[in-house]
C-alpha cells in the first residue's frame, strides 16, 4: 500500500514554523527530506493499526513490529481491556489479547490472535535521538476513519528526557495514542503518550523503554501506575457517526456514515445539529464534548435543522466498536498486471 501525494504535501510547511522556531532549508534539503519522508510512510503505514477497546469503549493507534503480529502501543491505550479490535488502514479487522504495560512508561504490547505474517515497521535506537532531530508521527487521529489512510505529520524532537520522555513538535489529537514516531530512517523511536492542548508540545515514550522491558510484557506482566485515566486516552465512549463540516462554524453535517445512530434517525448530509441531550451545540466541539460524557446505549432527544425547517427525533448512541462492525470495508485495489 502506498500513501498518497496529497497527504504528505501540506506537511512541509510545518517544518519551517514548528514550535515557533525558523528553520533554514536549501531546497536541495527539502527535496531530500521530502523524498525521505515519503519512503519513511509508504514502506511503514500498512503496520499502522487503530486499537478500539471493547470491555473499556474507545481507540488508540499501535504499531506492528514483528511478523506474527506483535503490537507495540502506549500502556494506557490496553489499559482496562483483555482483548481489541485490530484495524488495518485498509479496514481489515482482526482481535488481538492485552499482554502485558509499563505504566509509569506508558508502553504495552498485545498480539493479534490469528496467525499470519503481518507487515511490520522496524524498532531504532532512540537513545541516539539529539533535539532537532526531524521525526515523522503516523497514527489514527480521531479513530479510524474508514475515508483515509492515517496521516503523515513532521516535526523535530524539542526534548529528550522530559521525565524520560521524548518531546516532540509534531501535531497529534486524540486517537493517535500508541501511534509511531519514527526517525527518518524508517524506524520506530517513539510512542505517542501524552497529547497536550498545545499542538507545540507532545510526549512520547522512547522506544527503549519498551526493549528494556520486552520480555516482561510479553510474559503478560503490568506495573506502575497508568500517567492518565482511561477516560482521557478515548476518542469517545459513544459515537453518532457524525462528519462535521470544518469550514461550516455551526455543526453542520458534511456527512452522515451509513448505519450509524444518525442514519437510522433520518438525518442527513447538509443537516445542522441544534441540539443534542437537549443542550446546545453551536459547533462540532461541542457535540464531541458531550458525546464524551455519554454511554453506548443511551438514547438522546436530537434537534436538528433541514434548510429552514428545525426537527425533533432521538437517537440511540453506539460505542466506536459497534461501529466499526457496521462500516464497510475499503474496497480491494485491483492488482497491477
Known amino acids: 500500500m502506498t500513501a498518497p501525494r496529497h497527504f504528505l504535501r501540506p506537511i512541509f510547511a510545518f517544518v519551517f514554523f514548528a514550535a515557533h522556531t525558523v528553520f533554514a532549508f536549501t531546497v536541495a534539503e527539502m527535496k531530500s527530506m521530502e523524498t525521505k519522508v515519503k519512503a519513511v510512510v509508504q514502506k511503514n503505514l500498512p503496520s499502522v493499526v487503530a486499537l478500539v477497546g471493547e470491555k473499556v469503549p474507545g481507540s488508540g493507534s499501535g504499531t506492528i513490529v514483528t511478523e506474527d503480529g506483535l503490537i507495540l502501543t502506549a500502556g494506557h491505550v490496553t489499559y482496562g481491556n483483555d482483548t481489541m479490535i485490530v484495524v488495518f488502514p485498509d479496514g481489515k479487522q482482526e482481535k488481538c489479547k492485552v499482554l502485558g504495560a509499563d505504566y509509569t512508561r506508558d508502553v504495552g504490547l498485545a498480539k493479534i490472535i490469528k496467525p499470519g505474517k503481518y507487515p511490520v515497521a522496524q524498532m531504532g535506537d532512540s ?104 477516560g482521557q486516552r478515548v476518542t469517545g465512549p459513544a459515537v453518532l457517526g457524525a462528519v462535521f463540516d470544518p469550514a ?90
Request: proline residues 8%; positive net charge; glycine residues 12%.
Open 127 to 230: 537513545d541516539k535521538l539529539e533535539q532537532t532531530t526531524i521525526v515523522v508521527a503516523l497514527g489514527h487521529p480521531g479513530g479510524f476513519d474508514i475515508r483515509r489512510l492515517p496521516p503523515a505529520r513532521i516535526g523535530r524532537i524539542s526534548q529528550k528526557n522530559a521525565g524520560g520522555f521524548l518531546v516532540s513538535d509534531c501535531t497529534l489529537i486524540g486517537g493517535d495514542s500508541g501511534g509511531p514516531l519514527f526517525d527518518l530512517d524508517g524506524k520506530v523511536i517513539g510512542i505517542h503518550s501524552s497529547i497536550s492542548e498545545s499542538l507545540s508540545y507532545n510526549r512520547d515514550a522512547p522506544v527503549n523503554a519498551a526493549k528494556v522491558s520486552w520480555e516482561k510484557m510479553l510474559e503478560g506482566k503490568t506495573w506502575g501506575k497508568p500517567p492518565v485515566r482511561p
Open 248 to 337: 461550516g462554524g455551526s455543526a453542520l453535517l458534511k456527512e452522515v456514515q451509513a448505519r450509524s445512530p444518525l442514519a437510522a434517525a433520518g438525518v442527513k448530509a447538509g443537516d445542522v445539529i441544534l441540539k443534542l441531550g437537549g443542550e446546545d451545540m453551536p459547533t462540532p466541539k461541542a457535540v464531541a464534548d458531550k458525546l464524551k460524557k455519554c454511554k453506548a446505549g443511551e438514547k438522546l432527544a436530537l434537534a436538528y435543522r433541514r434548510g429552514t425547517e428545525e426537527r425533533k427525533t432521538e437517537v440511540i448512541l453506539v460505542s466506536e466498536a459497534e461501529m466499526l462492525k457496521r462500516m464497510e470495508p475499503l474496497p480491494t485495489p485491483p492488482k497491477k498486471p
